[in-house]
């Protein structure tokens, strides 16, 4: 019910049970939550949804209010606790608290999120909506099996890296995550990692696709297809062609990840 209309319609009873306090849980944009402390003021606390992705380190003030505002964040990763002490100095504490291992998983949850993982196997990336979209650079990717087949040291340092193993990762979750986009995109080769759709000859799933698994040399380097097809003799190209496409994938600059990969090599 909209609450402009249901505040009202309880309100009086809420005052005359004087309470020692008053909570209000907006499930509304931080806009509209601070609108209605403004306009009923006898919220001490009012909680809205859709706020800041983390909650804030510190409860929220409303101007001209005497109310405390919290924000929940986004994908239930902290808890917002606050301590309320009658005469205490301060009156409450606030704390947020990162919902990480100390807590084990509610089974409610584990169970929804196999069903969701089950839904997204079921629905593959098809029924996503998922189509592969042409690469920026109009190569096609390879796999780094067969940029190992060449680049035998680089393969073995890569090869100590999680990257190599970045799907295989996915698979022994419990439940398995790798039917689910928002995971796949940076666990395997050839997916646009911030956005979860994949790359036309980018990973597809684990039959189609075996040569893709892992975060692999392409996902740093860029398509190599046509390098490597160059390098095997299997196109014909001009040696200018041929180092054309070697200068292609050059990284630029020297992330720290890369760096480490690429030392030694
Ligand atoms: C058939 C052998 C072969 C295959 C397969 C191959 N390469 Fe190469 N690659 C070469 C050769 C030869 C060079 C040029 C000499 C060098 O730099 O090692 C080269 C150069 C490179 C360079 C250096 C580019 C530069 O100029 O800085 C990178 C990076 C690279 N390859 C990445 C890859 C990736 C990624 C794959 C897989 C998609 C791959 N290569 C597959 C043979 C191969
Ligand atoms: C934006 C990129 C990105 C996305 C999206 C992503 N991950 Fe990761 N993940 C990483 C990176 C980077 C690592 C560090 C390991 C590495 O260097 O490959 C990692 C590591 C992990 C690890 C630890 C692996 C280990 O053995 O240490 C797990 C588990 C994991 N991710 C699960 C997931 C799940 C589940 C999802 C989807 C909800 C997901 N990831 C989505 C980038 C990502
Ligand atoms: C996490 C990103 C990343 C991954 C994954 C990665 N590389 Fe690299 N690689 C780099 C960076 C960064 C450099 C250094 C580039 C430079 O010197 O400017 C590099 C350097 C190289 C070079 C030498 C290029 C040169 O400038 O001489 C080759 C060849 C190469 N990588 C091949 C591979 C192959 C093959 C794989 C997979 C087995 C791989 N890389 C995986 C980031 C990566």
Redesign the pocket.
Known sequence: MDPWQAIPRFRAELRDKKCDHLILLANAEPAETKELAARYPEFDWVMTAKGAEEPPKDVGTIPNTKTHLIEVGQKAEYLVVVGLYKNGNPPFRYQRVPLDHRFADAPEIQQMQVAYQKELEQMRLEGLGLKPAPHSSGRKFAG?KT??S??TQ??A???K?P??HATDTLVHLTPPRHFDPECLSCHVTGWEPQKYFPYESGYLDLTQTPDLVG???E???GPGGSHAAAENGQINVTDAQREELRAA???????Q???Q???G?
């Open positions: 780094s940029c190992a060449c680049h680089a393969a340092v890569f090869d890296t990257h190599a975060n692999g040399c996902n740093c380097h994938l050059a990284v630029e600059g020297r992330s990840r890369g760096q990969i690429g030392s090599i």
